[in-house]
């Protein structure tokens, strides 16, 4: 089951991750309060917790040693000796717009998991995140909507905060990189660099957009590629043929702002010296990488960079909106890096300069592995200062699709931020789902059936039928008090091999199987009292092992901790439960429809959109731009609709769209052939252009069909 499936993941990724240096691999008990929690709302959740009773109180109506006081929301989290200090941070999402489910997945709720495990564990745990407000982005937004950078850094900030407090992340501190301790850290750090030597100036051609007079990043120029002649490339990479690109190498660039043509324009900056810095960052990744247990894919990533030699870096932008350099001559120019723990408490270099008690894990996409394995270290290395470095980094090697498509920001593609709020369906369920589908070791895909399916085939009729089953028998016939077991030790073959079983990971479906087996009922407790009293004691037990927030109200009982095995005697005789309720309701499947056509494509998207802030609703302006008012939240993009590789639910499939489509389906599948031969690149080339002049005739076609329905 899916829901085991979830349980044993965290459990060997927490392992792998060298999760716990003192104690064998956690086993049931170590995972399951991991995955149910994950999947719950958790505010009384919290960080550095208290040390277990040494002993069992014979008295108590429970085992005191496994449960855990939670306090992080109570006080400053700062490292403690003698105990394991962990820092985990996820990945800064940019605030020019809404977060997709593949953000939230990739790293955010990936790190909300694994934080919660480690105070469940323990551990005296500080997660930190926060929006990444300085840069290019920003300011490009902030022309698009007409409004100020700080205006646009507020406005997202709010979004994205309103997002993640839906979805219950537990984070320890939510800040932002605009503040004063960004400025005062960042500078800090740039002026040991230049003091040290290593820092230096070199200068570089960029495109420059002479109508709103400004240097653009590769990704806010648009063109023809230089390689395969598709003629929507963007200036970081191609999404036809998939090559990596330089801005510089366009035919016929495009500002995507305004639609000019940039020109190339020289412009000095001030580069990181990571040639001098090269041994001491191999020699560093070697030992983290070891002791850290990195992944293949992490040090296969690392070691690329490495081995072809590390050059200077770029460190300074043409922007107004960042950190100001320190430095004369660099009136012009900042710097985009971060700081927020500083502003979460001014003890930060406990945490930050304290590599012999501070263990730091960080959550991020795969195309952010080389920053934090390489530049950001590299970064804090030049200063010459002692700094808690990355102890493993998390992160997966594939994507979250959206159905048949890639989620897309910019193309307003797929199930963002605010929508899951709108959708009226439970935090709990999107949580679990998203876990339950992490592109690990291959790209998943929401589909909306399978959302429906997992709550009510899986967390409604696994987890919530154990649960209630249980619950309910146990007001009924108990009078909602746990019955004692009736023999000291598990004597009974049933019993001992459930225990085994759970504690092997298999949880919720054996513990189903369980009920089963004994067939628990009404002749059960008439006939066989003390084998119902074993199988209700032990039912409640494996409920307290799968405890969430709802799962505890009902049972009346504290926090349980993470331990490395299951006894199944953590719950005794005699302890008085609380009411039961329903922790899942069933979704009809009929509702899936409904969601697709709500949140799927529509021709109206503008690049540039942030799927769910902008809506793409404006009028269409002048030279492709669209007229800031005139619809809900118009942004002012260009428009330019997503690719189809097949007509949207809720698009009549006409003869011609039917042809359009095998069309594409044919051209795709002689595409692949041609790369699985490793055929010449002129006919793959060729072959690619056929492929998406086919997925634009569709396109139109699919266009043209729904501004028939709407007329």
């Known amino acids: 089951?899916?829901?085991?499936?979830?349980?044993?993941?965290?459990?060997?990724?927490?392992?792998?991750?060298?999760?716990?240096?003192?104690?064998?691999?956690?086993?049931?008990?170590?995972?399951?309060?991991?995955?149910?929690?994950?999947?719950?709302?958790?505010?009384?959740?919290?960080?550095?917790?208290?040390?277990?009773?040494?002993?069992?109180?014979?008295?108590?109506?429970?085992?005191?040693?496994?449960?855990?006081?939670?306090?992080?929301?109570?006080?400053?989290?700062?490292?403690?000796?003698?105990?394991?200090?962990?820092?985990?941070?996820?990945?800064?999402?940019?605030?020019?717009?809404?977060?997709?489910?593949?953000?939230?997945?990739?790293?955010?709720?990936?790190?909300?998991?694994?934080?919660?495990?480690?105070?469940?564990?323990?551990?005296?745990?500080?997660?930190?995140?926060?929006?990444?407000?300085?840069?290019?982005?920003?300011?490009?937004?902030?022309?698009?909507?007409?409004?100020?950078?700080?205006?646009?850094?507020?406005?997202?900030?709010?979004?994205?905060?309103?997002?993640?407090?839906?979805?219950?992340?537990?984070?320890?501190?939510?800040?932002?990189?605009?503040?004063?301790?960004?400025?005062?850290?960042?500078?800090?750090?740039?002026?040991?660099?230049?003091?040290?030597?290593?820092?230096?100036?070199?200068?570089?051609?960029?495109?420059?957009?002479?109508?709103?007079?400004?240097?653009?990043?590769?990704?806010?120029?648009?063109?023809?590629?230089?390689?395969?002649?598709?003629?929507?490339?963007?200036?970081?990479?191609?999404?036809?043929?998939?090559?990596?690109?330089?801005?510089?190498?366009?035919?016929?660039?495009?500002?995507?702002?305004?639609?000019?043509?940039?020109?190339?324009?020289?412009?000095?900056?001030?580069?990181?010296?990571?040639?001098?810095?090269?041994?001491?960052?191999?020699?560093?990744?070697?030992?983290?990488?070891?002791?850290?247990?990195?992944?293949?894919?992490?040090?296969?990533?690392?070691?690329?960079?490495?081995?072809?030699?590390?050059?200077?870096?770029?460190?300074t932008r043409d922007l107004k909106w960042g950190v100001p350099v320190p430095k004369a001559g660099y009136d012009s120019k900042v710097f985009t890096y971060l700081s927020i723990t500083a502003t979460y408490t001014p003890e930060w270099e406990k945490w930050w300069k304290n590599p012999e008690n501070v263990r730091l894990y960080q959550f991020m996409g795969k195309d952010n592995v080389p920053f934090h394995t390489?530049?950001?270290?590299?970064?804090?290395?030049?200063?010459?200062?002692?700094?808690?470095?990355?102890?493993?980094?998390?992160?997966?090697?594939?994507?979250?699709?959206?159905?048949?498509?890639?989620?897309?920001?910019?193309?307003?593609?797929?199930?963002?931020?605010n929508n899951v709020a709108e959708s009226q369906i439970p935090c709990d369920v999107w949580r679990y789902y998203l876990l339950s589908n992490r592109p690990e070791s291959a790209d998943t895909h929401f589909g909306w059936e399978a959302f429906l399916t997992a709550n009510n085939s899986e967390l409604l009729a696994n987890l919530g039928n154990l649960v209630n089953r249980v619950m309910k028998f146990a007001t009924a016939r108990y009078n909602r008090v746990v019955p004692a077991h009736p023999h000291s030790t598990f004597s009974d073959d049933v019993d001992r091999a459930f225990v085994e079983k759970v504690n092997t990971l298999l949880i919720s479906s054996a513990a189903n199987g369980y009920l089963q087996e004994n067939r628990l009922d009404n002749k059960l407790f008439d006939s066989r009292r003390d084998r119902c009293d074993a199988v209700i004691n032990l039912g409640v037990n494996v409920c307290y092992l799968?405890?969430?927030?709802?799962?505890?109200?009902?049972?009346?009982?504290?926090?349980?901790?993470?331990?490395?095995?299951?006894?199944?005697?953590?719950?005794?005789?005699?302890?008085?439960?609380?009411?039961?309720?329903?922790?899942?309701?069933?979704?009809?499947?009929?509702?899936?429809?409904?969601?697709?056509?709500?949140?799927?494509?529509?021709p109206s998207d503008r690049r540039g959109c942030n799927g769910g802030g902008c809506g793409g609703q404006g009028r269409q302006g002048g030279k492709g731009r669209q007229e800031q008012g005139q619809g809900q939240g118009g942004c002012g993009a260009a428009a330019a609709p997503a690719l189809l590789s097949q007509a949207p639910a809720g698009v009549e499939k006409t003869a011609a769209i039917a042809a359009l489509e095998a069309a594409v389906k044919e051209r795709a599948e002689a595409v692949r052939k041609l790369k699985a031969d490793k055929a010449a690149k002129d006919d793959v080339v060729a072959a690619v252009a056929e492929l998406n002049a086919a997925k634009e005739k569709l396109t139109r076609e699919v266009e043209a069909a729904l501004a028939a329905v709407k007329i």
């Not at 400025?183 to 230049?194: M, N, P, R, S, V």
């Not at 990479?237 to 035919?251: K, M, T, V, Y």
């Not at 804090?380 to 990355?390: A, F, H, V």
Request: charged share 20%; with cysteine.
């Open 1 to 315: 089951m899916k829901l085991d499936a979830i349980i044993s993941s965290a459990a060997q990724r927490t392992t792998a991750a060298g999760g716990s240096t003192a104690s064998p691999p956690p086993t049931a008990a170590a995972a399951a309060p991991s995955a149910a929690q994950s999947s719950s709302s958790s505010s009384s959740s919290s960080s550095s917790s208290s040390a277990p009773s040494s002993a069992s109180d014979p008295a108590s109506t429970f085992d005191p040693a496994v449960t855990i006081t939670l306090d992080h929301h109570t006080r400053k989290i700062l490292p403690r000796d003698g105990e394991k200090n962990v820092l985990i941070t996820s990945a800064l999402p940019y605030v020019n717009n809404i977060p997709h489910l593949g953000n939230i997945i990739g790293c955010v709720l990936s790190a909300d998991v694994y934080a919660r495990y480690c105070r469940l564990r323990g551990y005296n745990t500080l997660f930190i995140c926060g929006t990444d407000e300085y840069g290019t982005a920003t300011e490009t937004k902030a022309l698009e909507e007409g409004l100020t950078c700080q205006q646009i850094c507020d406005k997202y900030h709010e979004h994205h905060k309103n997002t993640y407090d839906w979805f219950n992340v537990d984070f320890d501190h939510f800040g932002r990189t605009t503040t004063p301790k960004q400025t005062e850290i960042t500078q800090d750090i740039f002026l040991k660099l230049d003091r040290a030597g290593k820092t230096e100036e070199q200068s570089m051609t960029q495109l420059y957009c002479e109508k709103h007079q400004s240097f653009l990043a590769d990704r806010f120029v648009y063109g023809v590629c230089p390689r395969c002649k598709y003629d929507d490339a963007r200036g970081d990479q191609c999404d036809s043929c998939g090559n990596l690109l330089n801005a510089i190498e366009l035919i016929n660039p495009r500002c995507k702002l305004d639609g000019a043509t940039p020109i190339p324009k020289e412009s000095v900056h001030q580069f990181l010296n990571l040639t001098d810095l090269q041994p001491e960052v191999e020699a560093w990744a070697n030992k983290s990488s070891f002791e850290g247990k990195w992944s293949s894919n992490s040090i296969n990533i690392t070691n690329s960079w490495l081995k072809e030699g590390l050059k200077p870096r770029c460190i």
């Open 374 to 417: 390489v530049l950001f270290p590299s970064s804090l290395m030049g200063t010459g200062e002692s700094w808690t470095l990355l102890h493993h980094p998390f992160h997966d090697r594939y994507y979250l699709q959206y159905e048949d498509k890639k989620f897309s920001k910019s193309r307003g593609i797929g199930v963002f931020g």
């Open 546 to 602: 799968l405890s969430s927030l709802g799962i505890l109200r009902q049972l009346s009982l504290p926090v349980r901790r993470i331990t490395d095995t299951w006894s199944g005697r953590d719950v005794r005789g005699g302890h008085a439960l609380g009411k039961a309720e329903y922790l899942f309701a069933e979704i009809k499947l009929e509702r899936a429809a409904e969601l697709r056509a709500k949140y799927s494509w529509q």
